[in-house]
């Protein structure tokens, strides 16, 4: 099946600090990837969708400059959370979709857990 | 406005049992019907997905049935095992390339 790679699967950093999570679609070509959150307990939140070569599409609440994505090439996409706080510690994941349009199956990277001491 | 809600949150089930999950969404523009599995500590994975031109599908142990009508969808698991212990997602989608999911149900198989 399709492997998407999530890099780091974990990191810890002081606040303030920014930190950047890649996400990598290892067997396909993904023309569009996804950035969700999930707290503990919870289901995951669709933070912002990615597509190559264009700028991405922010969900309602979700602080774009706190939040930068970047989707460089069709197969990576990175989450920067910019001057990180202890409230952004969370479980980070990504997805990607093989095609664009319509309903089609989403691959899910393995999340990167977020602590900010 | 929910547009999908998933029953029940939780689920504690004996080894070999059925395991019943289900999903009412709103959105008749929903179009693919996937359940996703989740361990802790991971991302979640496609477990079985329908489209709305059939009313049941079955991989393996996993079936998934659909009613159209009442805007409904299910997953069963027959002879649950104690690895099937996860957390379960409904997550139609429908019209553009988002996920809407459920809450989650947190499935136990007790051995």
């Known amino acids: 099946g399709a492997v998407v790679s999530q890099h780091p699967s974990w990191v810890i950093c002081k606040s303030g600090t920014s930190v950047k999570i890649e996400c990598r679609s290892l067997d396909f070509q993904a023309t569009t990837m996804f950035w969700y959150r999930q707290f503990p307990k919870q289901s995951l939140m669709l933070m912002a969708t990615s597509n190559e070569g264009s700028k991405a599409t922010y969900e309602q609440g979700v602080e774009k400059d706190k939040f930068l994505i970047n989707h460089a090439s069709l197969t990576l996409s990175t989450l920067t959370v910019t001057s990180a706080h202890p409230e952004d510690s969370s479980f980070y994941i990504c997805?990607?979709?093989?095609?664009?349009?319509?309903?089609?199956?989403?691959?899910f990277g393995d999340g990167t857990r977020l602590s900010i001491l | 406005q929910q547009q999908v809600k998933q029953s029940p949150q939780s689920l504690i089930v004996q080894k070999g049992g059925i395991s019943i999950i289900n999903c009412a969404y709103e959105n008749t523009a929903f179009d693919y019907f996937p359940w996703y599995q989740q361990f802790p500590g991971k991302g979640p994975a496609l477990l079985i997905a329908?489209?709305?031109?059939?009313s049941e599908k079955k991989e393996g142990r996993f079936t998934i049935s659909f009613n159209k009508s009442a805007k409904q969808f299910s997953l069963h698991i027959m002879d649950s095992q104690p690895g099937d212990s996860a957390t379960y997602f409904c997550a139609p989608q429908g019209g553009s390339e988002k996920l809407v999911f459920g809450k989650g149900t947190k499935l136990t198989v007790n051995p």
């Open positions: 329908i489209r709305p031109d059939v």
């Open positions: 997805s990607a979709t093989r095609r664009t349009g319509g309903s089609q199956p989403q691959h």
